[in-house]
Protein backbone atom coordinates (compact mmCIF):
# COMPACT_ATOMS: atom_id res chain seq x y z
CA UNK A 1 0.00 0.00 0.00
CA UNK A 2 2.40 2.58 1.15
CA UNK A 3 3.88 2.13 -2.53
CA UNK A 4 1.00 2.83 -4.34
CA UNK A 5 0.34 5.96 -1.94
CA UNK A 6 3.52 7.47 -2.55
CA UNK A 7 3.12 7.42 -6.61
CA UNK A 8 -0.23 8.70 -6.49
CA UNK A 9 1.09 11.58 -3.55
CA UNK A 10 3.94 12.42 -5.89
CA UNK A 11 2.84 12.24 -9.41
CA UNK A 12 0.90 15.00 -11.34
CA UNK A 13 -2.46 14.14 -12.85
CA UNK A 14 -2.37 13.98 -16.32
CA UNK A 15 -4.79 14.90 -18.95
CA UNK A 16 -5.01 11.98 -21.06
CA UNK A 17 -8.44 10.84 -21.67
CA UNK A 18 -9.47 7.87 -19.22
CA UNK A 19 -11.59 4.76 -20.03
CA UNK A 20 -14.52 3.66 -18.39
CA UNK A 21 -15.95 0.56 -19.20
CA UNK A 22 -18.58 -2.22 -17.58
CA UNK A 23 -18.89 -6.09 -17.29
CA UNK A 24 -20.56 -8.78 -15.71
CA UNK A 25 -18.48 -11.53 -15.26
CA UNK A 26 -19.29 -14.94 -13.64
CA UNK A 27 -18.97 -15.21 -9.73
CA UNK A 28 -18.95 -17.67 -7.37
CA UNK A 29 -21.47 -20.98 -7.64
CA UNK A 30 -23.46 -20.55 -4.48
CA UNK A 31 -25.74 -23.60 -4.15
CA UNK A 32 -28.84 -22.15 -3.59
CA UNK A 33 -28.63 -19.38 -5.55
CA UNK A 34 -30.19 -19.00 -9.44
CA UNK A 35 -26.92 -18.81 -11.81
CA UNK A 36 -28.38 -15.31 -13.16
CA UNK A 37 -27.39 -13.98 -9.79
CA UNK A 38 -24.24 -15.73 -9.63
CA UNK A 39 -21.95 -13.23 -11.08
CA UNK A 40 -20.26 -10.23 -9.88
CA UNK A 41 -20.15 -6.82 -12.01
CA UNK A 42 -17.14 -4.71 -12.57
CA UNK A 43 -16.40 -1.06 -13.76
CA UNK A 44 -12.87 -0.95 -15.09
CA UNK A 45 -11.16 2.19 -15.47
CA UNK A 46 -8.22 2.94 -16.98
CA UNK A 47 -5.68 5.83 -17.98
CA UNK A 48 -4.01 3.42 -20.79
CA UNK A 49 -5.40 0.54 -22.31
CA UNK A 50 -1.42 -1.40 -22.06
CA UNK A 51 -1.91 -0.76 -18.14
CA UNK A 52 -1.20 -4.27 -16.44
CA UNK A 53 -1.39 -3.56 -12.02
CA UNK A 54 -4.92 -3.63 -11.36
CA UNK A 55 -6.16 -1.96 -8.07
CA UNK A 56 -9.30 -3.63 -6.76
CA UNK A 57 -11.75 -2.04 -5.07
CA UNK A 58 -14.46 -3.11 -2.67
CA UNK A 59 -17.23 -0.35 -1.96
CA UNK A 60 -19.52 0.39 1.47
CA UNK A 61 -22.43 -0.97 2.88
CA UNK A 62 -24.78 0.86 0.65
CA UNK A 63 -22.84 1.96 -2.41
CA UNK A 64 -21.94 0.36 -5.55
CA UNK A 65 -19.07 0.31 -7.82
CA UNK A 66 -19.99 3.99 -9.59
CA UNK A 67 -19.05 5.38 -6.28
CA UNK A 68 -15.33 4.92 -7.17
CA UNK A 69 -15.37 6.45 -10.71
CA UNK A 70 -13.99 9.62 -9.77
CA UNK A 71 -11.54 8.32 -7.80
CA UNK A 72 -10.07 5.97 -10.35
CA UNK A 73 -10.25 8.72 -12.88
CA UNK A 74 -8.05 10.42 -10.68
CA UNK A 75 -6.02 7.21 -10.14
CA UNK A 76 -5.15 6.56 -13.80
CA UNK A 77 -4.27 9.81 -14.59
CA UNK A 78 -1.57 9.91 -11.91
CA UNK A 79 -0.90 6.13 -12.41
CA UNK A 80 -0.53 5.51 -15.71
CA UNK A 81 0.55 1.97 -15.25
CA UNK A 82 -2.35 0.97 -12.93
CA UNK A 83 -5.73 0.24 -13.90
CA UNK A 84 -9.03 0.55 -11.23
CA UNK A 85 -11.47 -2.24 -11.14
CA UNK A 86 -14.73 -1.45 -8.92
CA UNK A 87 -16.34 -4.17 -7.90
CA UNK A 88 -20.21 -4.47 -8.34
CA UNK A 89 -21.31 -6.73 -5.80
CA UNK A 90 -24.33 -9.19 -6.72
CA UNK A 91 -26.43 -7.54 -4.74
CA UNK A 92 -26.83 -4.74 -6.93
CA UNK A 93 -28.82 -7.13 -9.45
CA UNK A 94 -31.86 -7.11 -6.91
CA UNK A 95 -32.63 -3.32 -7.12
CA UNK A 96 -34.69 -1.80 -9.29
CA UNK A 97 -32.84 0.34 -11.57
CA UNK A 98 -35.56 0.93 -14.30
CA UNK A 99 -36.58 4.90 -13.62
CA UNK A 100 -32.99 5.79 -12.90
CA UNK A 101 -32.17 4.08 -16.42
CA UNK A 102 -34.55 5.91 -17.78
CA UNK A 103 -33.50 8.94 -16.46
CA UNK A 104 -29.99 8.31 -17.92
CA UNK A 105 -31.42 8.29 -21.37
CA UNK A 106 -33.00 11.19 -21.18
CA UNK A 107 -36.95 9.82 -20.89
CA UNK A 108 -37.39 10.44 -17.32
CA UNK A 109 -37.48 13.81 -15.23
CA UNK A 110 -35.94 14.79 -12.14
CA UNK A 111 -39.24 14.66 -10.65
CA UNK A 112 -40.37 11.05 -12.15
CA UNK A 113 -37.24 9.99 -10.54
CA UNK A 114 -37.77 11.03 -7.25
CA UNK A 115 -41.98 10.12 -7.46
CA UNK A 116 -41.28 6.41 -8.23
CA UNK A 117 -38.63 5.94 -5.53
CA UNK A 118 -39.79 8.15 -2.51
CA UNK A 119 -42.55 10.78 -3.60
CA UNK A 120 -44.98 7.78 -3.24
CA UNK A 121 -44.31 7.30 0.23
CA UNK A 122 -46.18 11.05 1.01
CA UNK A 123 -48.27 11.11 -1.62
CA UNK A 124 -50.91 8.18 -2.30
CA UNK A 125 -52.31 9.57 -5.86
CA UNK A 126 -48.64 8.09 -7.36
CA UNK A 127 -49.29 4.21 -8.04
CA UNK A 128 -47.04 3.55 -9.85
CA UNK A 129 -44.06 3.13 -8.03
CA UNK A 130 -40.73 1.14 -6.47
CA UNK A 131 -42.04 -1.92 -4.91
CA UNK A 132 -40.14 -4.31 -2.71
CA UNK A 133 -38.99 -7.50 -3.37
CA UNK A 134 -40.93 -10.11 -0.99
CA UNK A 135 -38.60 -11.81 1.32
CA UNK A 136 -40.28 -15.32 0.47
CA UNK A 137 -38.55 -14.73 -3.46
CA UNK A 138 -35.14 -13.76 -2.18
CA UNK A 139 -34.60 -16.27 0.60
CA UNK A 140 -31.13 -17.78 -1.26
CA UNK A 141 -30.32 -14.11 -0.75
CA UNK A 142 -29.78 -15.13 3.20
CA UNK A 143 -26.57 -17.31 2.20
CA UNK A 144 -24.99 -14.79 0.78
CA UNK A 145 -22.24 -14.17 3.50
CA UNK A 146 -18.48 -13.21 3.76
CA UNK A 147 -17.70 -16.22 1.13
CA UNK A 148 -19.98 -15.69 -1.08
CA UNK A 149 -18.52 -11.98 -1.44
CA UNK A 150 -14.96 -12.94 -0.99
CA UNK A 151 -14.96 -15.59 -3.83
CA UNK A 152 -16.53 -13.28 -5.66
CA UNK A 153 -14.09 -10.86 -5.63
CA UNK A 154 -11.14 -13.46 -5.54
CA UNK A 155 -13.02 -14.32 -8.85
CA UNK A 156 -12.11 -10.42 -10.11
CA UNK A 157 -8.59 -10.98 -8.75
CA UNK A 158 -7.67 -13.94 -10.48
CA UNK A 159 -8.60 -11.75 -14.21
CA UNK A 160 -6.83 -9.14 -13.09
CA UNK A 161 -3.67 -11.39 -12.35
CA UNK A 162 -3.91 -12.74 -16.05
CA UNK A 163 -2.97 -8.85 -17.07
CA UNK A 164 0.67 -10.11 -15.75
CA UNK A 165 0.94 -6.64 -13.73
CA UNK A 166 0.68 -6.35 -9.74
CA UNK A 167 -2.70 -6.97 -8.66
CA UNK A 168 -4.12 -5.03 -5.27
CA UNK A 169 -7.19 -4.81 -3.21
CA UNK A 170 -8.81 -2.25 -1.19
CA UNK A 171 -11.97 -1.12 0.02
CA UNK A 172 -13.91 2.07 1.93
CA UNK A 173 -15.59 1.37 5.25
CA UNK A 174 -17.36 -1.99 4.88
CA UNK A 175 -15.39 -2.66 1.68
CA UNK A 176 -12.12 -2.13 4.00
CA UNK A 177 -13.34 -5.15 6.27
CA UNK A 178 -13.94 -7.06 2.97
CA UNK A 179 -10.05 -6.07 2.47
CA UNK A 180 -8.90 -7.26 5.51
CA UNK A 181 -10.95 -10.50 5.64
CA UNK A 182 -9.87 -11.19 1.59
CA UNK A 183 -6.21 -10.77 2.80
CA UNK A 184 -6.40 -13.59 5.66
CA UNK A 185 -9.17 -16.05 3.69
CA UNK A 186 -8.35 -19.33 2.87
CA UNK A 187 -8.64 -20.27 -0.87
CA UNK A 188 -8.28 -23.77 -1.79
CA UNK A 189 -4.90 -23.28 0.82
CA UNK A 190 -3.74 -20.27 -0.02
CA UNK A 191 -4.34 -16.90 1.57
CA UNK A 192 -5.59 -14.46 -0.56
CA UNK A 193 -3.08 -11.85 0.20
CA UNK A 194 -0.20 -14.27 -1.23
CA UNK A 195 -1.17 -13.27 -4.88
CA UNK A 196 -1.71 -9.33 -4.02
CA UNK A 197 1.34 -6.82 -4.31
CA UNK A 198 -0.58 -4.00 -1.71
CA UNK A 199 -3.59 -3.57 0.41
CA UNK A 200 -5.81 -0.42 0.52
CA UNK A 201 -7.76 0.76 2.99
CA UNK A 202 -9.86 3.79 2.64
CA UNK A 203 -12.11 4.67 6.42
CA UNK A 204 -12.15 1.25 7.56
CA UNK A 205 -9.80 -1.95 8.42
CA UNK A 206 -6.54 -0.41 8.72
CA UNK A 207 -4.22 1.80 10.25
CA UNK A 208 -1.58 4.38 8.27
CA UNK A 209 1.30 3.11 7.51
CA UNK A 210 4.48 5.16 6.81
CA UNK A 211 5.32 5.60 3.53
CA UNK A 212 9.71 4.77 2.59
CA UNK A 213 11.53 5.51 0.02
CA UNK A 214 12.15 1.55 -0.09
CA UNK A 215 8.21 1.36 0.23
CA UNK A 216 7.58 3.07 -2.56
CA UNK A 217 10.47 1.86 -4.66
CA UNK A 218 9.07 -1.37 -4.32
CA UNK A 219 5.81 -0.98 -5.75
CA UNK A 220 6.69 1.68 -8.42
Avoid at 42 to 70: D, E, M
Avoid at 166 to 175: D, E
Avoid at 194 to 200: E, G, K, M, S, T
Wanted: overall charge positive; proline content about 5%; aromatic content about 8%.
Amino acid sequence: MAGIVATLALAPAASAKVHVSFERMKGYNEPSTPAKYDKVGVIKISGSRTAKNVLVLNPGTSASASYFVPLGKDVVRRARNWQVWAVERRENLLEDQSVFNKAKAGKATPQEVFDYYLGYISDPSITKHFQSIPTSEVTFARNWGMNTELQDVHRVVKKAKRLGGKVAVGGHSLGGSMTSAYATWDFGGKAGADDLAALVFIDGGSSPVPVTPEAAQACA
